[in-house]
DNA sequence: TTGACGCGTAAGTGTTTGCTTACGTATATT
DNA sequence: AATATACGTAAGCAAACACTTACGCGTCAA
């Protein structure tokens, strides 16, 4: 048994800056440095939140001479969205008219 | 100011077990041991979690004789879709796909 | 009224988080 | 080679978390 380790992608995202983090890199791949720049607390802070989410397989790491350059990698968030997905008919109307044009449009 | 007291909504859907409590409630409202039935925890555990998701607004309990049955506010999940939604356009194909459908009925 | 039921809360405890400062290591610069 | 840069990691610590058992209070049943 393998075991998938580590914190899981909810409770990854549980904290504030860790979802900053992620906003950030949804513009473009940075560096811990330039993400440090972003918040107040202190650069291995922030090494240690960009662990939790390197962990939780949200970003990836890629060496670039002294630098590491962090990269979202967003389909981990999918079962997020997956979760949440089961309550969207109580509070979006509008996905629900989405969803009827089209089962209309395909014809079901 | 009213203060927005309490834990966030990504605090409170961080625990695997709220998580299972907030699906549960989606079915039917319920009792606390009826749902404490349904974890190995012990039944103030159970409590606790519920002060939670209480606390962040994502149920609300209503006294009816000796019971408290908590009833779901998936409105406040909204924040997490808001959020999630921003990383869609990127790992859900489908929703593209979507989106141009509509934007072609819409004629843009 | 006496007792069982349904529940919240207090108190105690081990574990996990989130941060700090100090340090080590690899890469670049001079 | 010596130094500066960019970063991870270790160590330490306060606070938050997740649980437990013990208890108290309102409600329904006999």
Redesign the pocket.
């Known amino acids: 048994m393998t075991r998938e380790r580590g914190?899981d992608v909810f409770?990854a995202i549980?904290?504030r800056?860790?979802r900053r983090m992620l906003d950030l890199l949804l513009e473009a791949d940075r560096?811990?440095?330039?993400m440090?720049g972003q918040f107040?607390?202190?650069?291995?802070?922030?090494?240690?939140?960009?662990?939790?989410l390197l962990d939780a397989g949200l970003v990836t790491?890629r060496?670039?001479?002294?630098?590491?350059?962090?990269h979202l990698v967003p389909e981990r968030l999918g079962q997020v969205r997956d979760w949440i997905s089961h309550y969207e008919q109580f509070w979006d109307d509008r996905l629900q008219r989405l969803q009827k044009t089209l089962s209309k449009r395909s014809g079901e």
Request: proline share 6%; no cysteine; charged share 25%.
């Open positions: 914190p409770t549980s904290h800056a860790r560096s811990v440095n330039t440090a107040q607390m202190s650069r291995p802070a922030v090494s240690q939140h960009l662990r939790v790491e060496r670039h001479g002294r630098e590491r350059r962090y």
